[in-house]
């Protein structure tokens, strides 16, 4: 049986609340972004076959830096290691993509990247591209090319670019995103009204990096008062489920990134944890539209018409590839969203689908990846799981109205209680009778404690390393005795070993206190 490690947040057969998906680490579940979760998910699906196991890296090897016995448990434990990637060629993705290159020079068994992709203002020229990107992409995709016959790439954009930073053509595949296969050759989504009218349901999605975004955003969301925003952003969970929010200048206030925002009072944002809940949420929509590629791929797998409002490389070479309608953001900002609706055009995308998927099984049989779409290989087991109660459905704001509001204010804190043993750990906002009640933890007071505890010990180790010097001394100055009674030396020899024993001691009790 095969066992192959992915790059992944968790296994998509595994329930986690709103509140485990945020706290799972400082990325949350999927990576800082739940679009990751799509791609890494339709991996999954096609790769879990009956003779397989796929286990979950947890995103360890980005986040923190790998060492050689991080390449040796791979090594030992799996036979293949699968990279399922979006827009990773980029400044702010340097660090993660150094970590892993020097891991992968360390791994032996196959790497296989599948969907990478640069991401550039539109219409960079190759020639502007700094030597430092040059740097960090070309020591990556060679690494991966030292175990790999290919490079799987998102798009044309960046399969020349690779080409101009000199790999050669038959190394890079251009193979899209695998998420648009998850459930083999996408469909292409049939119309559901006639035209969009304001009483359509609609749903957006958004960059908040994108010039212009929060005015285009504001006019319709108040045109279409059936209309949510689906977000995407681990910040936007922290906002949605704690009403924490993150301070960020460059951040449009008309974006719903706060609490004061219409949006967030209205209860019309939501967001997803798990693919295939937020497929069936879209299902129920007319339309879905904005600059999230992911957040439109969700719509399209609904079923649901989509259209990219592309801004830069990446999203306009995903788009150009799979046939998802496009437009350029710049261009039609202020265009009426129903022009828009009525001007997409749907019918490539299922032609260019039926092809891509061809390409993309050519693709995973090339790097010896058994996949469900070969006939005999099928697991429908994976998918009657993943159609289990156990998922949580869309995560709500905190001004949720009816009995799901309510639900998910009760799980909420449920989770921030912790059992009523959890209460008397508190070292914060606690009342401390003045004579007796639970014993609370002075933090201030077991830190100081710690530190002497610390002093302690470094003092003891000081007298253990003198007493050693002090019987050395003795040991070479004192000349082998003729006499066969006890020497001197050897008195002083046991006295030192006392000595050392007795400190010793003492060391081991000093970090017994430390340890409590």
Sequence with gaps: MARILVQAGKHPLTPLTHEQSLAISSMGVFGSNSGNALFYSGVFRALSTPDSTLVPDGYLYRRREPSREHAAK???????????????????????????????????????????????????????????????????????????????????????????????????????????????????????????????????????????????????????????????????????????????????????????????????????????????????????????????????????????????????????????????????????????????????????????????????????????????????EYDKALASDKYPGPVHSLTAEGELGRRQIIERLSWLRQGYKGDFARPFYAYKPPVGGPKLIDQDKTRQAILDLRAEVKELRSLLNTQSADLAAVRDAEPEPEDPQRSLASRARSAAGRVRRNVKKQVREAKARRNK
């Design 74 to 380: 791979i090594n030992d434990s799996y036979d293949h290691f699968v990279l399922p990637m979006a827009n990773a060629f980029k400044p702010r993705f340097y660090p993660a993509l150094q970590r892993m290159t020097k891991l992968i020079h360390n791994v032996k068994i196959p790497v296989s990247v599948i969907g990478v992709g640069a991401q550039m203002p539109f219409g960079r020229a190759f020639e502007d591209i700094d030597d430092e990107f040059k740097k960090v992409v070309g020591d990556f995709a060679a690494a991966v090319l030292e175990h790999s016959p290919s490079l799987g790439v998102r798009g044309e954009y960046t399969a020349d670019l690779l080409v101009h930073m000199g790999f050669d053509e038959s190394q890079i595949r251009v193979i899209g995103c695998p998420s648009l296969f998850t459930f083999g050759a996408a469909k292409a989504p049939v119309k559901k009204v006639d035209e969009i009218t304001p009483d359509s349901k609609i749903a957006f999605n958004a960059s908040p990096s994108v010039k212009g975004i929060g005015e285009f955003l504001e006019a319709n969301t108040q045109t279409y008062q059936n209309s949510v925003v689906v977000a995407q952003e681990i910040e936007r969970l922290r906002l949605m489920l704690w009403g924490e929010e993150t301070p960020n200048k460059k951040e449009d206030r008309r974006l719903p990134v706060h609490r004061d925002h219409p949006l967030y009072l209205q209860d019309r944002l939501r967001m997803f944890v798990d693919p295939h809940v937020w497929f069936n949420y879209l299902s129920e929509f007319d339309f879905c539209v904005g600059t999230r590629i992911h957040g439109n791929v969700a719509g399209m797998l609904g079923g649901t018409p989509s259209l990219v409002l592309a801004h830069d490389s990446r999203t306009t070479e995903l788009a150009q590839f799979t046939g998802i309608p496009y437009r350029m953001f710049t261009e039609i900002k202020d265009t009426p969203l129903h022009e828009l609706y009525a001007e997409a055009d749907w019918s490539q995308f299922e032609g260019k689908q039926a092809k891509n998927f061809e390409n993309y099984k050519d693709f995973l049989d090339s790097h010896n990846l058994q996949h469900v779409f070969t006939p005999g290989n099928e697991n429908p």
